[in-house]
């Protein structure tokens, strides 16, 4: 199977439990769907910083916020349980450690910030800021 230019081994032998795998149907879609979620917030972003007290306001859009944020959290969820295939040598690598390894050296850290909440984070340090 090829998605995206990105060949996935044809037969994975001894799948492991609660582990997702590259040909899984549901990772495929999540990768899909995950990837529109960010569009979205790329283009939501922008608004937030610019209008945040009208955006305040309007329920609907706030509790789209906090789905987005859930989202991303699930992602990080469903990347510590992902294997993923070694490009030397094309070999699904199914491990836990070293599932874990790779994206906690990886991309964790990047993951983690971006569901912070930085509006929050901002308030709080204008907030403290000198003139207080």
Known sequence: MILLGIRAPKFIKNRKKC???????????????????????CMITPLNFAFQSELEAIQWYVNCGI?????????????FNSSYVEVES?????????????????????DLVSILPLELILVAIAAGGPDS
């Open 19 to 41: 582990i997702l795998y590259p040909d899984d149907t549901f990772y495929i879609y999540w990768d899909m769907f995950i990837s529109v979620i960010l569009l979205v917030s």
């Open 67 to 79: 789905a987005i944020d859930c989202f991303f959290a699930l992602e990080i969820v469903l990347n």
């Open 90 to 110: 094309n070999e699904v690598i199914d491990d836990r450690k070293k599932i874990f390894d790779m994206y906690f050296k990886g991309w964790f850290v990047v």
